[in-house]
């Protein structure tokens, strides 16, 4: 079957779309960068105006880009994993809020003196960086979602693991619940009906030792 060609839509502006496309990504990444090193020159501001030594400056300067740099760790750690479920309400993004509003308190406290003009332009500098670290988070895991569920086998493997975990989960409820005895069955015994399910001794004696 022959591709229908679009022939509503100017192609230099079909062209300047993919090219945008292919610049976005780095651009995105480099304004996030900027914001994090923004953000800990900011911070040391106040360590030059008080007029400490050049090592204490240095030490400043090093703690708050690591401060800078675990806040990127803490967004993006989880991509580590793509198995791993993130919710809407992740610890992800809520790093990334809690870490905003301190970098927009101490840009505060650091501007106060010079007043409005700059603490409004820098906080709005911090507030978009935000912006683009939850959009660069959410198009991460869209991407990794999408590579992970379109292999059959890489989704029927992370379907079992999270039904597994569920079940034993229950079972680990009905233990501490005292609803386990000695005639317990797994749900999948419980289907196949097979007979009697063997003793705790002598099925999982480690698992038994562990909780009596």
């Known amino acids: 079957m022959s591709k229908v060609k679009n022939s ?4 230099d502006f079909e062209r300047a779309v993919k ?7 780095k651009l995105s990444f480099g304004l996030l960068i900027a914001t994090y090193l923004i953000s ?3 911070m040391v501001i106040p360590h030059v105006q008080a007029g400490e030594s050049a090592l204490f400056v240095v030490g400043s300067v ?6 800078q740099a675990g806040r990127g760790t803490l967004v993006f750690f989880f991509q580590l994993n793509p198995a791993r479920y993130q919710s809407r309400f992740s610890l992800a ?3 990334a809020t809690l870490l905003l509003a301190l970098s927009m308190w101490n840009a505060y406290v650091v501007f106060e003196p010079f007043g409005w003009s700059w603490i409004i ?3 709005t500098l911090m507030l978009i960086g935000w912006i683009i670290e939850i959009m660069i988070l959410k198009e991460t895991m869209f991407a990794t979602n999408m590579e992970l569920y379109q292999n059959k086998d890489q989704w029927e493997e992370l379907k079992t693991f999270y039904v597994a975990k569920a079940q034993f989960q229950n079972f680990m409820d009905d ?4 609803k386990y005895d000695e005639d317990y069955q797994s749900p999948e015994r419980q289907e196949e009906g097979n007979g009697e399910t063997p003793p705790i001794e002598e099925a999982t004696p480690e698992l038994n030792g562990a909780y009596t």
């Open 175 to 178: 233990i501490k619940d005292g």
């Open 40 to 42: 800990a020159g900011i």
């Open 121 to 123: 332009p820098v906080n």
């Open 62 to 67: 090093l703690i708050h880009l690591a401060i």
């Open 93 to 95: 993004i809520i790093a």
């Open 8 to 11: 509503l839509v100017n192609k």
């Open 19 to 25: 090219t945008l496309r292919r610049i976005l990504p």
